[in-house]
Every structure is written in C-alpha cells, then in structure tokens.
C-alpha cells in the first residue's frame, strides 16, 4: 500500500507552516505519518537534527501515548509537549494518521505555540 | 504504507525485522549498519533494555539511490521479539510495506517461532493488512552454530513449519557472521519495490 502527494499540495503544506510558524520563531516543524514517514519538514535555518529518527521515534512515541490513554480510558491526552533547558518539543494529531510536530526554543510561549498550531491544523487539513 | 513525495521525488519504504526473542533481528541490523557504514551515516537508534533486549524497536535510514527519478529511502526497522512486548511490538507494524521474519533455527526454538508467526498474522490482521499479500521473507538465523555441534533444525523441517502456507523465499543465514544478511535485505527490498510499483501502475 501506498500514498502519495504532489507538488501542489506540497507547496501548499510548506507555505502554510513556514508563514505560521517558521516565521514566527518555531525553530523546526515537520509532517509526519504515523508509519513515521515524513511529508514536509521545515527549519529556520540549516537543518540540525537527524529528523528521519526524530520522526521515527514520534511515530512511535505517539502511538505508544495513545495506546497507554486507551487502558486508563480516555480517547487520547491532547497536550503532548516535553520541556528541555533550551529546546522544547511538542505534538500534535492532525489526523488519524497524520502528526505534527514542533520543536522551538523559550522565546515562544506554549499557549502561543498552542494557538498556532491549531490554527496550522485546520488549515492543512483541507490539504491532505 | 509507503509515502511517495512527488515533489521532492523520493520514495519512503518501511521495512520491519519480526520473530521471536533472541532469534537475531537486531544483529541483522547491526551488520547491515557496519557493513554500509560509507552510506548510512545516521546513527542506528535502538530503545533497549539494559540486558540488550529491544524494548520498543531499532531503526536504521537506508538510501538505497534512484530508482526511475526518485530517491528510495529504506527505513528498516526490528520489533521487540519477547512476548510481554506485543503491545509495541504491533506499533512498529503501523504502515508496514514489508516483512523480514527471523527464524531461530535452534532445535529448542522450534515452537517459538510458530508463535511468533501467527502473532505476525495476528497484529497485521490488527491493520487489516493480510500476511499473505504483504511481501515477506524468511531467514533462518544462527546456521553457523551448527559447527558448535548444537542441535538445529534443518532447512526443510524450517520450511515445513514456518513457510509452507507462504512460499515466501528463504535464506539460511548467520547474522552474526554476515552470512545472508545483505542478500535477505536486498530481497525484501525489491519484493517490497515490485509490490509498490505494480500497484502504483
Ligand atoms: N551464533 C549466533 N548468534 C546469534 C546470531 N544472530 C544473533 N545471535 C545472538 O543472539 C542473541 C540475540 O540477538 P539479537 O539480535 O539481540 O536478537 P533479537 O531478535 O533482536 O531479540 P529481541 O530484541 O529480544 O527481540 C545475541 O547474543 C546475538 O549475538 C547468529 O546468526 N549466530
Ligand atoms: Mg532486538
């Protein structure tokens, strides 16, 4: 089985997260499946992190939150974010099988960042 | 489910190591890792147990070049083998484009890796997806242990227990030797290709 998406909706999806959040000081951003594959990544700047394993382990990461929300009953836990000294990581479900994920430093408030990506969300939505 | 990128024209395949305990998928990716360590240079990421054990899975990017004007990207993946894990063990299944399953080709494992199968046909029915369909290989692991004179099972009584629904092909293999390792990925590899192609067509 497979999926596939063109230059246009590419395009569309690049623009849509470079204007809201890349130009808003969100260091890096990326699109992924929950197979792990990734749809689009975008970086202020060079791309400094190895974001073929980083989206491997969201995948996963994700998948295995899910799971532990099912056992205790709850659909799914809607703030997944992981706070560092510098850099901070957070995730979000765009939709059954799509994750977006942003990785930005203390200038960026979580609630703005929370914002942000609920407005990137239902934009890209109607892309995919 | 592989993802084709038309715009930047590459391809993303995911390939899951599966089997039983200790049978050796990780060694498989270990090789792998060594062998092509020219080109692959991400690190392999593995969430183990302090004993070794995967925990959850490895993984290893694998650019395979072009292939009719897209980049292939292979990411090859192992599952946590022991039982307990089944609950992660059939996260790493989610998109799955093809399968290697690493028997244990010691007497002793003979029923493990029965059950390990049928838990394969069990977590991909979980996805809908049907065992007999997905591209799938089977490697026989640990055949140099054979020189150690501990008991194996032969490549027929193998073949007859595991793989006569299947008919999937087959390797006798040492993973820890090198043996077989390259050639099992390489045929997963384009089984995997084919099936993408023909039913992009
Ligand atoms: N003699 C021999 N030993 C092997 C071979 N392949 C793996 N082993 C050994 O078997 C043990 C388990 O190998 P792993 O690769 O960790 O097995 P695994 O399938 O990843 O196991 P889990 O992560 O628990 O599912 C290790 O001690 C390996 O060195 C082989 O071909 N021959
Ligand atoms: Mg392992």
Known sequence: ?128 | MAFINQKKKEVQVKIVYYGPGRGGKTTNLEYIHRKFSERIKAEMVTIKTQGDRTLFFDFLPFNIGKIKGYDIKIQLYTVPGQVKYNATRALVLRGVDGIVFVADAMVVRKDKNISALDNLQENLNMFNTDIYKIPLVMQYNKMDLAKQGIPLLSYNTLEESLNCKFKAPAFKASALKGINVVQTMKKIIHMTLISLQKEFK
């Open chain 1, 1 to 128: 089985m497979s999926y596939s998406l063109g230059q246009k909706q590419l395009d569309g999806i690049e623009d849509i997260l470079k204007k809201e959040l890349i130009d808003v000081g969100v260091q890096c951003v990326f699109l992924i499946d929950m197979a792990g594959n990734i749809i689009a990544d975008l970086h202020e700047g060079e791309v400094v992190h190895d974001i073929y394993s980083l989206a491997a382990l969201a995948a996963g990461n994700f998948g295995a939150v899910s799971a532990m929300a099912k056992i205790i009953g709850e659909d799914e836990f809607s703030l997944l974010f992981h706070k560092g000294k510098k850099e901070n990581i957070h995730f979000s479900k765009v939709s059954q099988e799509f994750l977006l994920i942003t990785i930005f430093g203390n200038l960026i408030s979580l609630g703005f960042l929370r914002l942000k990506v609920t407005e990137v969300i239902d934009k890209i939505k109607h892309i995919l």
